[in-house]
């Protein structure tokens, strides 16, 4: 079972780096934000990173005149962690078979992270658990691709550009992967040039179209749908604090929906997965969410 055992004598179980990674990995494939963003070490005080703002252009001076002097625009953001978690519960039998219960497990965390992740932090599907050294996406400057031709995606990336990014990436749910794939230039040619893999369906003016399956966020009163983000992901950090934990519990009584229920009573197992992240957007003005 991929070196694992967990049973019920285990009280707590700390995952090797390895068993971690599979989890990790899984995740990250399935999270658009955790692909794009650049990952950081973040101690559990988390840390600041310093910003300089936009850079001033050199002026023309003559031989001997003085020359200018343009103060930098310094500032900081302070990124900070928070924990996320998820019960998983088995029946006892269902545990016998080691190799299932390992697979089930990995499958169902790394899910459980990639969902909160990208409906948290790309369009606030999920609401953040706190604004202090945490950021959203779902605020960025909106673009509605209309019709989407290609002129509205031309919308996309000048209101990126004009602000100093460079487009680097797209972060759509299948609904805008929808608009993107129908796209088509003035002489009525696709925009984009299918080359689908498991991550990605292809680029547009460069940047890759990356699928996100839980980055979807439902029209509300007053707020458009958004469909996905776009943006320079240079700017964006995503922390993690350690690995991802697990413990183990058969005595535990867990409240599912408005129920409590006793697993020892119903003979089974709880798997309980914690992780700690964080993320920050240095500069929010080179990102765009994509509305219907």
Partial sequence: MAGIDLNRTNAGVKLTPEQSGEIWQDATNQSVLMQLARRVSLPGSGVSFDTLGEAAPAQWVGETDEKPVINPTVSSRVLKPYKMARIITVSTEFARDKAALWNAIKAQASESVAKTVD????????????????????????????????ADFMKVY????????????????????????????????????????????????????????????????????????????????????????????????????????????????????EFECGFIVKNKNRFVTITA
């Fill in 119 to 150: 409906m948290t932090f790309l369009t606030g599907a999920i609401a953040a658990p706190s604004t202090d050294g945490m950021d959203t996406l779902s605020d960025a400057q909106a673009v509605s691709l209309g019709k989407a031709a290609y």
């Fill in 158 to 273: 000048s209101a990126i550009s004009t602000k100093g990014g460079t487009l680097n990436g797209w972060a759509l749910s299948p609904e805008g992967q929808a608009k993107i794939l129908g796209a088509t230039d003035n002489n009525g040619r696709p925009l984009i040039t299918p080359d689908v893999s498991s991550t990605t369906i292809g680029n547009v003016f460069g940047a890759p179209v990356h699928k996100s399956p839980w980055g979807h966020k439902a029209a509300t009163s007053g707020k458009p749908e958004i469909l996905g983000v776009a943006g320079d992901w240079t700017q964006a950090l995503f922390g993690v604090v350690g690995g991802i934990t697990l413990k183990a519990s058969d005595t535990a009584t867990v409240k599912v929906g408005e129920q409590m229920v006793s697993l020892w009573q119903r003979n089974m197992l709880g798997f309980l997965i």
